[in-house]
């Protein structure tokens, strides 16, 4: 069993030819009742007809992987993800296909410059001139200095695990995707419960599985900024990376030449990660961990928060951490509420205030005002200078959008949501304004 981008699987073996069936919300079910199966009396043999959805591999050699990563054209975004900003150029994920380059000079309205295709891509970071991307199991680092004409400049092979496994150095093919499909088919049963070969193999994996005139490439050598969904962070000269139950560190003090360094253990179920000083705080499906990374070579455990089991986006602003926690199916709870925590003693994390939410996602926090996305129920805004009346201070609800994640970036906030990129002017926080959208199959290329 395995949990990607919200949905859960399983691999049967026999009569289900080694597929995955996709049991989105009836996994509980399934685990209740497994039990009485195995017990049940076989007597009668009798065939039945069912119809199951599966999750066929693709698989992908890694000569091709190798020789995929190149720029493209501009294209209008299709299916979003995570988003990332660095200087005037935005850079948005199309999962799992590449990334959109967008000069965004004029935040009022942006413009597709480029779209480097790069398989099986979900995360990215810049430093500098240099966009580290994962693509599938390899970190792959592309000059950008010149938005047109993108340069991969190193590949660091076999650093992330493909759906909970490292693949083999030296295999030749690996997983890259699963395709649905629905099946149905006659199995032998008895007395028309228990199915042949009840045996289950488990395996898990939690991936929560882009010549005209424009400004200045990305330059300078600092970092940009990442979402509070990242997988991917930059702090100081070291690039950090999270899976499902690793921290990996890269040397980026070359930044065209990553260097893999240690792999920290965190235990299972990581989603996001977000620096803040020296600390990296760490986001799971049961806690928040907390990090010291004044040696950012080797960062040190000082603490866990621990949550009921739920999706868990954090960020962090003075002496307080804000989560929010969400039910889903990926997520496995119920709690769809915004807590906030006194992180002063990194040591000794706090529980301070929660809040009910309705589904939230991704937030984001600059100078006491909080974005917080809601999904489906939209973007919400709120003054948090008093973190214990929260509610009681709601600066404004934009209900027309699913929100995914925001970036504020000092006067103007980034939003990705399935329905496209919005930018807002929260320079006035009681008067937000809409700067621009870029819509889903954009035709303003």
Not at 196 to 220: E, L
Not at 221 to 238: D, E, L, P, Q, V
Not at 300 to 329: F, I, K
Request: aromatic share 10%; glycine share 6%.
């Amino acid at each position: 069993m395995w949990v990607d981008q919200e949905k859960v699987y399983i691999l049967y073996p026999a009569h289900m030819k080694n597929k995955a069936l996709l049991l989105p919300q009836q996994l509980l079910a399934l685990l209740l009742f497994l039990p009485a199966l195995l017990l049940s009396s076989c007597t009668d043999e009798v065939e039945t007809t069912i119809t199951y959805t599966v999750q066929e591999p693709v698989y992908m050699l890694r000569a091709d992987l190798q020789q995929a990563v190149k720029v493209n054209t501009p294209r209008g975004l299709e299916t979003p993800g995570k988003i990332y900003a660095k200087g005037n150029y935005l850079f948005i994920n199309e999962v799992d296909k590449g990334i959109h380059i967008i000069n965004n000079a004029n935040p009022a309205s942006p413009q597709f410059v480029s779209f480097i295709d790069i398989p099986g891509n979900i995360d990215m970071a810049v430093k500098g001139n240099i966009l580290y991307a994962d693509s599938y199991i390899d970190l792959v680092a592309l000059d950008i200095s010149n938005p047109l004409d993108v340069k991969l400049v190193k590949r660091v092979e076999n650093i992330f695990p493909s759906y909970g496994m490292l693949v083999n150095d030296t295999a030749r093919i690996f997983i890259a995707r699963f395709e649905e499909k629905t099946i149905t088919e006659t199995v032998q049963s008895y007395n028309s419960r228990v199915i042949r070969n009840p045996w289950m193999f488990m395996a898990m994996d939690g991936s929560t599985r882009s010549p005209q005139s424009f400004a200045a490439a990305p330059g300078g050598s600092g970092a940009g900024k990442g979402g509070s969904m990242a997988r991917f962070t930059i702090a100081g000269n070291h690039l950090y990376t999270v899976s499902l139950s690793d921290l990996q560190v890269f040397d980026v003090s070359n930044a065209a030449e990553p260097q893999s360094g240690q792999k920290i253990r965190l235990g299972w179920g990581i989603e996001t990660i977000f620096p803040y000083n020296d600390k990296l705080f760490i986001g799971s499906t049961t806690g928040m961990h907390i990090y010291d990374n004044s040696n950012p070579t080797s960062p040190q455990h000082l603490s866990t928060y621990a949550h009921v089991r739920s999706c868990d986006p954090v960020v962090v602003e003075g002496d307080l951490a804000w989560v929010t926690l969400r039910s889903g199916n990926a997520c496995a709870g119920f709690t769809n509420q915004l807590d906030v925590i006194d992180v002063s003693n990194a040591r000794s994390p706090k529980l301070l205030k929660t809040y009910p939410m309705q589904n939230p996602h991704g937030l984001g926090i600059d100078r006491s005002t909080l974005f917080l996305c809601e999904g489906q129920f939209g973007l919400k805004v709120f003054d948090v200078k008093n973190h214990l009346k929260v509610n009681e201070n709601l600066l404004a609800h934009f209900k027309e959008h699913d929100a995914y994640d925001v970036i504020p970036l000092g006067t103007s906030l980034l939003m990705i949501g399935k329905d496209g990129l919005y930018q807002y002017d929260y320079s006035n926080p009681s008067q937000i304004k809409l700067l621009s959208k870029i819509p889903i199959a954009s035709k303003t290329i």
